[in-house]
């Protein structure tokens, strides 16, 4: 056996975070994880640090829209029914969290931890030497419909409750920064401090690089189960078992099949996101632009032109659905006019609560287990943040801010 003083389960944004907090601060850090780091949802995501999307997907607008959204030929939502079915809690549970009591403590709760954001992941940045990797140029979101601007008006007004910066834009400076829009542009916003990441995967990638070389070791395997015990965790990987005084579970997706964590009975879904790659088309926009009724940014990054969003509800393991990518290519081409076939295409699971919170906290059934999941749309921005808040949790430390509302033993179904 080999002893650590932290081992980490999952390598996307949310563990390689960990692991370089955790080996900055001089512990004897494990990465485990059977895929190459970075290669999951944080490959094919949009690349924002979106520290300005404290707005939940539970909105009580879901609820009057829910016909449109589920029958529209054009709606960014697409749910698998018989998944539905077999999971009733889930649904439940994020429908009665879309009450307008509910859905403004919910994004109290990700403006607070937003808030943050910036302080957790900038040091990672710096110390992986990726600062050329990061662009400030704001980020622009446009509603193309009277009747989806006019229901913007709430959600904008809670964002400036919570100090969120941005600008209201006239149509014609909307048009004026980001030139290529074939879309009417009903209503825009500019949030002017926002950044992106051009190549999301080589961000985490020279995480791992400098982990590595600060002494951090890397095990690519799968954990199969964890024992925990008074005073370390016993983590069997099929090929070996390890001993490390805590272990953080930072799986995402999969952060629920890992038996002995306590993340077994949690009702941790998958909103599947999807993307698709021009590579000849980046000069069409200067800065990430989220088209609200398309539900998808268009992105610049270092590959090419990047379309990433929407919502499909259904089981982990379903293959893509090609629907989904006809749908974004059609859409893209609504908002920038004839595009040429697209380069590539990618299907990524996002982990995701019936309440759009993430799980952050020790696991009720051991103070050695560390959840760090389950982030949703915002595990680039929120990485950095909770991979601190996680190494202090290993240290047996407070956190500098209140995680009471992420603990896992939270009640989800609120009716």
């Known amino acids: 056996m080999t002893d650590y003083d932290v081992a980490i389960a999952g390598a996307g944004i949310v563990g390689m975070s960990t692991a370089l907090w955790a080996q900055r601060r001089g512990h004897k850090t494990l990465l485990v994880d059977p895929n190459p780091p970075g290669s999951g949802a944080s490959f094919g995501n949009a690349g924002t640090l979106a520290t300005y999307a404290c707005l939940p997907v539970n909105d009580p607008s879901v609820l009057t829209s829910l016909p449109a959204l589920l029958f529209g030929k054009n709606s960014p939502l697409a749910i698998s029914y018989r998944h539905a079915l077999k999971n009733p809690r889930w649904m439940l549970s ?63 007004a809670l964002r400036r409750s919570h100090g969120v910066l941005f600008e209201e ?102 909103e599947r996101g999807y993307h698709l790659m021009f590579a000849s088309e980046a000069h069409r926009i200067s800065r990430p632009v989220g088209w609200a009724e398309g539900g998808f940014y268009a992105v610049p990054m270092d590959q090419g032109l990047r379309i990433a969003g929407t919502v499909e509800i259904d089981a982990v393991h379903k293959p893509a659905n090609p629907k989904r990518i006809a749908y974004l ?32 906290g020790t696991s009720p059934e051991s103070m050695n287990v560390i959840h760090a999941f389950g982030h949703q749309h915002l595990g680039l921005t929120l990485g950095g943040i909770t991979g601190r808040i996680a190494v202090d949790l290993v240290e047996g430390r407070q956190p500098n801010l209140d995680i009471s509302g992420f603990r896992s033993d939270r009640r989800f179904l609120r009716l």
């Open 329 to 360: 290519k059609r859409r893209a081409e609504d908002m920038f006019g004839n595009l040429p076939q697209p380069d590539s295409h990618w299907l990524g699971r996002r982990p995701t609560m019936p309440d759009s919170l993430p799980v952050i």
């Open 169 to 270: 834009l006239t149509t014609e400076e909307a048009r004026t920064m980001e030139p290529h829009l074939a879309l009417p542009v009903a209503r825009a916003v500019f949030y002017p401090t926002a950044r992106h990441i051009t190549d999301p995967q080589e961000l985490v990638r020279r995480m791992h690089e400098r982990f590595e070389e600060l002494g951090g070791q890397t095990l690519a395997q799968q954990v199969q189960r964890a024992t925990p015990e008074a005073d370390r965790v016993m983590i069997e990987t099929g090929a070996e078992t390890i001993q490390a005084g805590k272990l953080v579970v930072a799986s995402g997706a999969f952060s629920g099949r890992i038996p002995g964590v306590g993340t077994d009975r949690l009702p941790l879904g998958t």
């Open 94 to 156: 994020f429908l009665a969290n879309c009450s307008a009591k509910r859905s403004h403590e919910i994004s109290g709760e990700l403006a607070r931890l937003l808030s943050h954001a910036d302080a957790g992941i900038n040091p990672l940045i710096d110390e992986a030497g990726a600062e050329d990797l990061v662009v400030s140029a704001g980020q622009l979101s446009i509603w193309s419909s009277k009747s989806g601007a006019d229901s913007a008006a709430r959600g904008l």
